[in-house]
């Protein structure tokens, strides 16, 4: 079982509607952390989250940390919001350990 | 700032042969971690550098190395090249308080 995982794998939507991606993970975290990548491979970090809830402009992440979840949802959905998103953990404080990561949310943003 | 810039951008190399890709991180971070993404296991966490010392390495064979220079820049070095090591190899600096910023990333073609 990996220790960190996403839902859905695939998600197609139309513009303008609201998306939830969601992840779980099994283990003790410093921080989680979502990552959007786009065809041609770069990816960049979209949040960090220890606790509680962030926004920036249409995205927003949220985190349980008792429960062990957190969500990235993005409002008014654009198709420039298509991409992989990627739900990755630190296992401890300070980076040593690198990041674990989900395996990522397919979504497609149809006009 | 600067980004984390990556070289070379594109690799192809015959079986057997070896690779060293170079990372450069943002100014003043001084973590470095390396991961290789691929179809078939998504992004895996290859190794972490911090002030020159490697703090951890995930599950890859010894033919995986790496090495940090005293101004955080990194390197990391392949041996015998296996078809298998085809991939995109990405670097990220961090700092506690920034998150990670990741380069755009090495595609290594073996042939």
């Known amino acids: 079982k990996n220790e960190v995982e996403q839902s859905p794998q695939n998600l197609t939507a139309q513009e303008g509607e609201f998306i939830t991606i969601n992840c779980s993970y099994s283990v003790g975290i410093s921080a989680l952390h979502w990552l959007q990548q786009h065809p041609g491979g770069g990816i960049v970090s979209l949040f960090m989250?220890?606790?509680g809830k962030k926004k920036h402009g249409r995205l927003i992440a949220t985190i349980n940390i008792q429960e062990k979840h957190s969500s990235l949802h993005i409002t008014a959905s654009h198709p420039r919001d298509s991409a992989v998103y990627i739900c990755?953990?630190?296992?401890?404080?300070?980076?040593?350990?690198?990041?674990?990561f989900g395996k990522g949310t397919h979504l497609i943003i149809q006009p | 700032k600067a980004g984390v810039t990556q070289t070379p951008r594109y690799l192809i190399k015959t079986r057997g042969q070896q690779v060293t890709l170079s990372c450069s991180p943002i100014?003043?971070?001084?973590?470095v971690s390396w991961y290789q993404q691929t179809p078939g296991q998504g992004l895996q966490f290859l190794f972490e550098y911090f002030s020159e010392t490697q703090r951890n390495k995930g599950n890859f064979p010894g033919r995986f190395s790496g090495r940090q220079f005293s101004n955080s820049r990194s390197e990391m070095n392949v041996s015998t090249l296996e078809l298998g090591d085809s991939a995109l190899y990405l670097c990220?600096?961090?700092?506690?308080?920034?998150?990670?910023?990741f380069g755009s990333g090495t595609r290594l073609t073996v042939v």
């Open positions: 990755a953990v630190s296992l401890r404080r300070g980076g040593a350990d690198g990041l674990t």
């Open positions: 989250l220890s606790s």
């Open positions: 990220a600096s961090s700092s506690t308080l920034d998150g990670y910023t």
């Open positions: 100014s003043g971070h001084r973590s």
